[in-house]
């Protein structure tokens, strides 16, 4: 079959022959329609990113047809169209995934190529409303956005939501699972046109975080917020708790802007705030999300979909943060 295939830290993707996977004990084969690029494969490509192998074949997300299963799989699988979530191995614990929890695309191949195998307990049909392309921009980022907004952040309609950087696949899903939710939404982000283009999705306004009086601005503008949802931590983040309803709740994942700053403590504690890591999220998470598409018919947001064989053109457009929503890839 051909892939795409990463063959060491900071050499461009490219596409080859490979050795088509067998489904095993069961496992799925997935013939896929359109793949996903996500922050997570960026970092690889640069070599950056925990056990890392190489060569690799990337890609966490996919929607496609079941083309075979294994033993123990049902039949009945087969032609059905699906997306699959990457989030393996969670274990039994709903607060957090087990030493065992692993993404697909590293170290298992991913979805970055014309068949991708996985354990049948991870399909879950397509929402028939979506096409492959947008149906495969959902799992990794949407998932993520849902857990933290939700399981973690406790979110519920009326509540006040700022979503920190509003132009990740993290962010635009956040904002499409808010406003879905009946939260009123303010964003951030570094121009003028990605706020925009939240607001034509439903966020109440947006501010640029790029302007020295950015948390000043979204004071005025909301007064304080019930939720807060941060991909970027960095100095930045220090603002946050003054942004704060009381009880409100900071949930953050990712760390792209750097470290967590030095913060006042005693703002947290009075104001009975709570800081929430999180990450991916668990098949009871991934379920409810899809619910959710389903029941508003969701679209998520394709900045811009390329064929297979320009993957490397692909996750070149991430250098410089430039996509508003998810940059796919079609087979």
Not at 14 to 31: C, F, N, S, T, Y
Not at 131 to 158: C, H, M, V
Not at 168 to 179: D, E, H
Not at 308 to 321: G, P, Q, T
């Amino acid at each position: 079959m051909k892939a795409i295939v990463l063959e060491a830290a900071d050499k461009p993707l490219i596409l080859k022959d490979v050795e088509k996977p067998k489904a095993e004990l069961g496992e799925v084969l997935v013939q896929v329609k359109a793949a996903a690029l996500n922050r997570r494969d960026w970092w690889i490509t640069k070599g950056q990113y925990a056990g890392i192998k190489y060569p690799s074949i990337l890609g966490s997300d996919g929607s496609g047809i079941v083309a075979e299963v294994g033993p123990g799989v049902d039949q009945s699988w087969i032609g059905k169209e699906v997306i699959i979530n990457p989030g393996n191995n969670w274990g039994e614990h709903q607060d957090y995934q087990s030493k065992e929890f692993k993404i697909l695309g590293l170290p298992d191949s991913g979805t970055f190529a014309e068949y991708v195998k996985t354990g049948a307990e991870y399909l879950y049909p397509k929402p028939a409303h979506l096409t492959w392309e947008q149906a495969a921009a959902i799992p990794l980022a949407g998932l993520t956005a849902y857990r933290a907004l939700f399981t973690k952040g406790k979110a519920k309609k009326g509540d006040k939501v700022l979503i920190v950087g509003v132009g990740a696949g993290t962010g635009s899903f956040a904002l499409q699972w808010a406003v879905a939710a009946g939260c009123q939404v303010f964003v951030t982000s570094g121009t003028s046109e990605k706020i925009e283009a939240a607001r034509k999705l439903g966020a109440a306004a947006g501010v640029n975080y790029k302007a020295q009086d950015w948390a000043e601005q979204l004071k005025q503008l909301a007064a304080g917020f019930d939720v807060i949802i941060d991909s970027a931590l960095g100095e930045s983040f220090a603002k946050l708790p003054d942004l704060c309803n009381p009880g409100a709740r900071i949930v953050f994942f990712g760390g792209t802007a750097g470290n967590l700053p030095a913060l006042n403590a005693r703002k947290i504690f009075w104001k009975q705030l709570q800081l929430l890591g999180t990450t991916m999220g668990t098949q009871e998470d991934f379920k409810a999300m899809l619910e959710l598409i389903n029941e508003h018919k969701i679209v998520p947001v394709v900045d811009e979909v390329f064929d297979l064989a320009d993957a490397e053109k692909a996750v070149r457009k991430m250098d410089n943060s430039a996509q508003f929503g998810k940059i796919v890839l079609r087979n």
